[in-house]
């Protein structure tokens, strides 16, 4: 990569500080890809990192280059980002990347993956090695199970070429009508409702076909009487970003299905096909799909690698995987009585995946079930195909109790999802709010109003991940479980804010965006510049997923200047460059790629030697701060915030089997034990701590006083925005 040079003192908004928000987020995928690559990351754990990969790269095309092209057809020639690069300067980089991650990729696959799954008895037969036997099976599932739902499609001036769902794998074949010169094309789709992969009678061990090799196999049966020249497997990948018009929007369910639906036919923005597909194929299909060259992919091998994931889901073969975990029970709530005494007794901080996801399902299921409930208020973002969550709403609505659903329905590629759900939980008589047409809420919250012996008792838990059991298991997040009743007033003012009209409160403890927020963030930011400046140490740790928005890396930038020492653990897009020379020398940057996606967000500041710790849902990103609705909230608790800053976010920082480092021009070189230090892989040190904790005895103590009603009065501060919270 060329050099990076330091611009003029004080120009902090100069784009040649800036990384680029798509290369930068190409250098993430490359680190998942890189597991992939890793000898020593068991063998079906790398066989689904290279079906993350790809999955990660279908959604990239979709939605940022399909955003990006759109952009040059409407002749917007600069993007928004702070690096200020021509938007065709990023699709020629994004191609020249992608191009050069796809290869490795595949030669990931073809020369390691693949070769060490055969000797551990887990094939996948291509079109050649096929046996005898093996045509003889396939002939027959092809008949009974395949041959009913295929439709060939010619393609001429009666039969134009088919509006192809994205993401399908397709077979395109050149045939010949004996005794005429006449060329003919046809298409045929691979039914994305059967099985991705066929599996084979084996003695022992897994063999399977692709689909898409079986259907080749027997095209003569769908073209019968015509010349069979050629056929390719192929793919398209069709922009899927779309935006809801503000203005115009009366019903926001009825818009969102309507986006949806178009999204299924959006423009093509990749051709993907095999690497032996003749001239001719490939021409056909780029003036089909109106698709220029630099947007196709020819690949030597199996296409669409998602479809791995059912080769990685096979039972057995316990040696080839991560070692199996079981999320721990959190003894504050397995030893309780019940889940509203132990909140009672303290505030609880529960470590997902390593602590239980249950005991978020239980709250939710204990509020339904029990008679003393009152009320029940939650948001949901993404949530399960068949979410027990979902159930325990409708089931505490059917017995009576008010129930409130805040659904996200532009959560992007879920929005089908939530569209079930929502209709779901209207049927149940469930309260649904969409939220707002001009923000996505993306908060985590849930709220339980509960009548007690001496008075109406709130209780809340809060979280930096999504209300999801599935996701839960993968994903590293914070949940918080309280009854304090200044978290309890701000939780039922957000919920007023969210489904209602009303004056934005004067927040007790949650720091709300977009409308505080990030000057929250840089007033933090400013106060530990003053305590450097003071002649005390400043000090800023923050664990995100992503960092863009320009103002804070600005502020990032000033506090390095004054000589504040930062550490940043982002696992994703990082538009900082840390590192240059006056401006960014004291700040750190590293990544941590491992079994589990990092996913929790933790701000730390050292405010003077009286550090104040805060969890939360946003990022450092410009849509966080700006276009959702957010929260953040402190941890104050003694124990809980000496366990976020000495467990969590100490051991994050010292990873150095799973991490990575962010160099100045936007590379990452990957992390290894000094000489004399011991290897520490951070996710592997939590699943022991979890382990250790969970083996705890508590000694029971009475409930604090806390009071069941907070009367202090909410004062307004101004009268909401719905377009800007």
Not at 244 to 264: F, G, M, Q, S, Y
Not at 274 to 294: G, M, R, S, Y
Not at 360 to 367: K, R, T
Request: charged share 25%.
């Amino acid at each position: 990569m060329p050099a990076v040079t330091t611009p003029p003192a004080n120009a902090l908004d100069d784009p040649a500080l800036y990384l680029n928000r798509e290369l930068s987020w190409l250098e993430f995928n490359r680190r998942v890809l890189e597991e992939a690559q890793d000898a020593g990351v068991p063998l079906l754990e790398r066989l689904k990192f290279l079906a993350i990969f790809g999955a990660n790269l279908d959604e990239f095309f979709m939605v940022r280059v399909g955003g990006l092209q759109q952009k040059v057809q409407a002749g917007i020639a600069y993007g928004s980002g702070a690096d200020r690069m021509p938007v065709k300067v990023q699709l020629e980089k994004i191609a020249e990347s992608a191009r050069q991650q796809v290869a490795a990729q595949y030669g990931c696959l073809n020369t390691e993956v693949l070769p060490a799954l055969e000797r551990e008895g887990i094939v996948i037969r291509g079109l050649k090695d096929l046996t005898d036997a093996d045509k003889l099976f396939l002939g027959e599932v092809f008949h009974r199970q395949i041959f009913p739902v295929l439709t060939p499609l010619a393609i001429d001036p009666g039969h134009p070429f088919p509006h192809l769902l994205n993401k399908s794998l397709n077979l395109a074949v050149l045939l010949q009508r004996p005794a005429l010169a006449e060329k003919l094309f046809a298409v045929v789709q691979a039914p994305a409702v059967l099985p991705r992969f066929v599996q084979l009678p084996s003695e022992k061990g897994h063999v399977f076909a692709p689909l898409e090799t079986v259907i080749h196999m027997h095209l003569p049966v769908l073209f019968a009487g015509m010349t069979l020249e050629h056929a390719t497997v192929f793919r398209v990948t069709r922009d899927s970003d779309f935006e809801i018009d503000d203005e115009e929007v009366e019903d926001l369910l009825k818009a969102i299905e309507e986006e949806v639906r178009k999204r299924r036919r959006g423009a093509a923005v990749r051709l993907e096909l095999d690497a032996d597909a003749p001239p001719e194929i490939e021409q056909f299909l780029t003036n089909a799909l109106d698709i220029d060259p630099v947007d196709t992919y020819r690949l030597p091998g199996l296409l669409d690698q998602t479809g791995l994931f059912q080769i990685y889901s096979l039972p057995g073969y316990p040696h080839l995987r991560d070692p199996q975990f079981v999320a721990q029970p959190v003894p504050e709530l397995a030893q309780a009585t019940n889940i509203w005494s132990a909140i009672r007794t303290r505030d609880i901080l529960v470590h997902h995946p390593y602590e239980s996801f249950g005991h978020v399902m239980d709250f939710i299921e204990a509020a339904a079930n029990d008679d003393r409930v009152l009320a029940i208020k939650q948001t949901l973002y993404r949530t399960s195909s068949d979410s027990p969550i979902v159930r325990a709403l409708q089931r505490a609505a059917d017995k009576g109790k008010q129930v409130t659903a805040v659904i996200e329905l532009k959560a992007r590629l879920d929005e089908e999802r939530n569209i079930v759900w929502a209709r779901e939980l209207e049927k149940a008589g469930v309260h649904v709010v969409f939220g707002f047409i001009g923000l996505k809420t993306h908060c985590k919250v849930a709220l339980v109003v509960r009548r007690e012996d001496d008075g109406i008792r709130r209780y809340v838990h809060l979280s930096t991940g999504n209300y999801n059991p599935q996701t839960a298991r993968i994903y590293t997040d914070l949940g918080y479980f309280t009854c304090n009743p200044d978290f309890c007033e701000d939780a039922s003012a957000l919920f007023n804010y969210l489904t209602g009209y009303c004056e934005l409160p004067q927040w007790r403890k949650l720091v709300v965006a977009p409308s505080r927020m990030q000057g929250f963030m840089i007033e933090k930011i400013e106060r530990e510049i003053a305590v450097q400046g003071k002649g005390r140490e400043g000090r800023i740790i923050a664990k995100i997923n992503g960092l863009l928005e320009p103002a804070i890396v600005q502020a990032l930038y000033r506090a390095s200047q004054a000589g504040v020492r930062i550490d940043i653990i982002c696992r994703g897009i990082c538009a900082l460059r840390p590192g240059l020379a006056g401006v960014s020398e004291t700040i750190r940057v590293t990544s941590i790629v491992d079994r589990f996606l990092e996913h929790s967000r933790i701000f730390f500041f050292g405010n003077g030697g009286d550090p104040q710790v805060y969890i939360g849902s946003a990022d450092w990103m410009d849509r966080n701060l700006s276009r959702r609705v957010e929260i953040i909230f402190p941890i104050e608790v003694p124990e809980l915030k000496h366990r976020l800053i000495n467990e969590i976010l100490a051991t994050s920082m010292a990873d150095n089997v799973k991490a990575r480092e962010l160099l100045p021009d936007g590379s990452y070189r990957r992390i290894h034990p000094n000489d004399g230090l011991p290897a520490v892989r951070s996710q592997q040190r939590f699943l022991e701590i979890a382990a250790q904790n969970a083996t705890r005895r508590l000694v029971d103590v009475a409930p604090p006083a806390i009071p069941y009603v907070d009367s202090r009065p909410t004062p307004a501060r101004r009268t909401r925005k719905r377009q800007t919270g």
